[in-house]
């Protein structure tokens, strides 16, 4: 039994595909070539395959991740280019490299995400002093389930770029729960959202 960790980037052809649909698409294009994916037993076998935390519709990302168990012995470069030799436009594999199958599984070890979000701000000093009072909250309470929530703790850094066309932001994803960039972009008055993009995820 072998892993490979591949890494693929979501474009903005596919930025409204849910994440069950790009369950789906990845599903098909293994088939569509001769890469030896395990498949679970039982009445109805999947493949096994583990995936990252999902992302939001709407949302670009050059960093999303997945975990194949393989049967037998193939190169993950070899994995790479059999997949982008079928993957829709839109998808595209960047990196693929062994990993232990005995080693945690790829949710329970990631633990933040960060995002970029281009925006255009006329009033660059008022979306900074925007930033700085949502760093220095006691608490960012959001409604989840018809309960009150505190995010606070989720939040690990927030800051504009020296050209005033980015917000930068760096969030709890996984077991302890998930602060979303609509989250705190939605605090945000000085700023037109123009795109969003997740650009990194942390695995511990």
């Known amino acids: 039994m072998q892993r490979i960790r591949i890494k693929f980037s979501k474009g903005p052809e596919v930025k409204f595909t849910s994440h ?42 050059i960093c999303e991740m997945a975990d194949m168990d393989i049967e037998g012995w193939v190169k993950p470069n070899a994995v790479l280019n059999k997949l982008n ?14 990993d232990s199958p005995t080693a945690p599984s790829l949710a329970s070890s990631m633990n933040r995400a960060e995002y970029i979000a281009e925006i255009e701000a006329a009033d660059a000093a008022g979306l900074k002093r ?3 009072e949502i760093l220095i909250r006691q608490k960012l309470e ?7 929530v505190d995010k606070k703790p989720l939040l690990h850094g927030l800051s504009l770029s020296d050209d005033d066309s980015q ?16 989250e705190i972009l ?10 969003i993009k997740r650009v990194n995820l ?3």
């Open 20 to 61: 069950l649909d790009v369950i789906r698409c990845f599903e098909r294009a293994i088939r569509r070539t001769d890469i030896p994916v395990s498949y679970s037993s039982g009445f109805n076998p999947r493949m096994r395959i583990a995936w990252g935390p999902p992302l939001a519709l709407g949302i670009e990302s």
């Open 85 to 98: 030799s079928v993957l829709p436009e839109g998808f595209g594999v960047i990196d693929a490299k062994l």
């Open 186 to 195: 939605g605090l945000l008055k000085e700023a037109k959202i123009k795109k």
């Open 167 to 182: 917000v930068k932001m760096l969030v709890e994803v996984g077991n302890r729960g998930t602060l979303k960039p609509a």
């Open 202 to 204: 942390f695995v511990s």
């Open 142 to 148: 959001f409604v989840v389930k018809e309960k009150v």
């Open 130 to 132: 925007e930033l700085e």
